[in-house]
Every structure is written in C-alpha cells, then in structure tokens.
C-alpha cells in the first residue's frame, strides 16, 4: 500500500503538525521511513526551541517553517524507494538482466564512478546517494536559516 505525499503537514488551526510517514509515508526499499522520521522531529525540535526562532515567531509561521525545510526531502525520499520498487521487482526479461549486468559493472567500483544517482542501479552502491541519504545533518539545517 501506499498513498502520495500529503500537501499541506499542518490542520486549518495550525496547532497539529504531521510529521515521518503520516505526512510523506515511504515504501521500505531504502530503510529510511524511520529515519526519515526522526530528521522531522529533530527539525522540528529545533525550531520549536525558545531560544531558536519559535520565540520570535506564531506557532503557524513555525510549522510552516518546519514544513518548507522538510518537504522537499521527504518527498525526493519516497520518490527514490517507489523506483526502487520498480527496480527490484522487475520480471525476468531484459530489463531485469540490463539491471542485473549494470549493477555487476558497478558492483565494487563506487569510489572510482561519480555520477547521477539514477544512473546507478541500486542507491546502496551509489556515493552519492549515500552521502545524500545518511549526511543530512538537522542541526545544519536549522542554523543555517537566518534568524
């Protein structure tokens, strides 16, 4: 099952704010729904800190904050695990043996290839991918805003 990103991650009175997979749910190709989680609490944590930008701001201004920081990850995530599904349950035919020898080619040669992310067929094998996925920093994210 899986249904698309949601819009909007706050309710009309803007005093709820959904975060993790009740917002941008994830399919489990890329382990990320959990993490991807706790990337929103921690954002959101840190701008709900009164000495960051919640003192200065309304509740409303803050969650929307915390939703244009977040969205756009969240949602490039769970567009990266649909294609993973695609990927790895292609039917026995070309494309899965094409999948197959590219991976093969790649497999072991990850320093040596810099390149476009879809270009790899697993994001496991991919540095960037991994660098994306596993070097997103919140606090960086937060601190980097001006106040």
Request: include cysteine.
């Amino acid at each position: 099952m899986h249904r698309e990103p949601l819009t909007n991650w706050m309710n009309p009175q803007a005093n709820l704010v959904f975060v993790g997979d009740a917002c941008h749910p994830m399919l489990p190709y890329l382990a990320q729904g959990a993490s991807s989680s706790i990337e929103d609490g921690a954002v959101l944590g840190l701008l709900l800190h009164p000495s960051r930008f919640f003192s200065k701001l309304h509740l409303w201004q803050t969650l929307q904050l915390f939703q244009e920081l977040r969205q756009a990850r969240g949602e490039a995530i769970t567009k990266e695990t649909i294609r993973q599904r695609k990927e790895l349950h292609l039917r026995d035919r070309i494309m899965q043996r094409y999948w197959d020898d590219m991976f093969g080619k790649r497999l072991g040669k990850e320093e040596e290839v810099q390149s476009d992310p879809h270009e790899f067929p697993s994001p496991w094998t991919c540095p960037d991918m991994q660098a994306w996925l596993y070097g997103y920093d919140a606090v960086k994210e937060v601190e980097g805003l001006p106040r």
